[in-house]
């Protein structure tokens, strides 16, 4: 009940008194016809005049118009790495309005010419989408200032240059744990490009999951492929596939393993946003960076000028590390494991890297109870025990195709 109904009347009044007094009597706001108000001023804010005393009216202050451009090592049909920035591409568009670009294949030698022919066609942002560009880009970053560069997989900033990666390490641990319950053979195998995002940690964290079903009798078969060469990505599916893999994890920078494990009948996890359209009948889960948030938040502050330089990193509990719903070519209970996992995870109660833990060679590298935190993570060189063979179909290319430097939109 209202005890004190003048005090509310009175509080009343005095809204309703300010409201009118600030409208004319139409109910408009009041357009003030003072010619001082719009007019140009001088260094110490006196208005200016002409020759005549009349004002000069300012300038009309014109909206900086931002223009964002995309650069990718390979090209954007390649889906995987590529698909998740294409759906920031697509965000910025829809969100913010603005005009963007890209430019695909481009190699690391050919990213100075890249952000030039970017720069002339008008792009003020630059958005790097390998953590291959990342020491070219921020070296981009130095010398222009006036343009601001996003770095996938880089780990510093500056006054014009952000960057972000993620503990995508954290999902694919729960990845493992799917792919050891669905597996009848006990062999699990891995196809992953060595040049990917923290590539090691990615790895070690996928066998890790698989350890807490398989324990002892964990074994992963491991080879490494270049995710451009398709003949090879099949030829590296089929060598795991051969040994008895009957779950394959890829970790590539293109949907091209995906589609072959879908092809010829293998399970497969990948880190694919979109592996439920790509491999329906084989699919059982997978993982993905969030690209798409920081991006746009990025671009967003750049146009409302507050911009402040970062370098992000998160994963589950941040929504920068994203796992793919479990599908119905799961064995039963897969999802009460795999969910029961994530969350613990998510709450930060779970820390993937905690040893003991010992490599291919035996040696300890993480000392029982020890942590490992994600710089580290980031920093790890060797694979784990429980990956017992490592094949290569990787070769050198002495004579890299250049892109041919398109602008695309």
């Known amino acids: ?10 509080i009343l009044a005095g809204v309703m008194l300010l409201s009118f007094s600030s409208c004319n009597n139409e ?29 000069v009216p300012a300038e009309p202050v014109e909206e900086k118009v931002y223009k964002v451009g995309f650069l990718y090592n390979n090209e954007v049909s390649d889906g995987a790495t590529a698909t998740i920035f294409e759906n920031a591409r697509d965000q910025l568009e829809k969100t913010l309005a603005v005009e963007t670009c890209f430019i695909e294949n481009v190699l690391v030698s050919d990213i100075p010419a890249a952000v030039r022919e970017l720069q002339d066609n008008g792009c003020n942002i630059i958005v790097s989408c390998s953590s291959k560009f990342a020491n070219s880009i921020a070296k981009e970053a130095q010398s222009s200032a006036d343009t601001y560069y996003i770095s996938f997989g880089g780990d510093s900033s500056g006054p014009t240059y952000s960057s972000f990666g993620g503990e995508l390490y954290q999902t694919a641990n729960v990845c493992g744990i799917a792919a050891a319950y669905n597996s009848t053979s006990n062999t699990l195998g891995i196809v992953a490009d060595p040049s990917c995002y923290n590539v090691y940690g990615v790895v070690n964290s996928y066998v890790l999951g698989a350890k807490e079903i398989m324990a002892a009798q964990t074994d992963v078969r491991l080879n490494w492929v270049w995710s451009d060469d398709e003949a090879k990505v099949e030829a590296a599916v ?21 589609k072959y494990c879908e092809e010829i009948g293998v399970k497969v996890i990948a880190n694919s946003c979109n592996i439920p359209e790509i491999a329906p009948e084989n699919y059982l889960t997978g993982f993905f960076f969030n ?11 750049i146009k409302a000028d507050n911009y402040v330089s970062s370098v992000h990193s998160g994963g589950i509990a941040a929504g920068t590390a994203r796992l793919i719903d479990f599908s119905d070519n799961c064995r039963e209970g897969t999802a009460t494991i795999g969910t029961k996992l994530y969350e613990y995870v998510k709450s930060g109660q779970a820390h993937v890297f905690t040893g003991e833990i010992k490599n291919r060679d035996y040696k300890v590298m993480v000392e029982s109870g020890q942590k490992m935190d994600f710089s580290s993570i980031r920093e790890i060189d060797w694979l784990i025990l429980g990956i017992n063979s490592v094949g290569s179909y990787t070769t050198v290319i002495e004579s890299p195709t250049p892109s041919d430097m398109v602008i695309k939109s």
């Open 27 to 55: 109910g408009e706001e009041e357009v003030t016809d003072d010619p001082a108000a719009t007019a140009a001023t001088d260094e110490s804010g006196n208005p200016v005049t002409d020759e005549s005393g009349n004002m």
């Open 1 to 10: 009940m209202i005890k004190n109904k003048k005090w509310i009347s009175a």
């Open 238 to 258: 089929d060598d795991l596939v051969t040994q008895g893999c009957d779950v394959i994890m890829c970790y590539t920078e293109s949907d091209t393993a995906v």
């Open 291 to 301: 690209a798409s948030t920081f991006i746009v938040d990025t671009v967003r502050a």
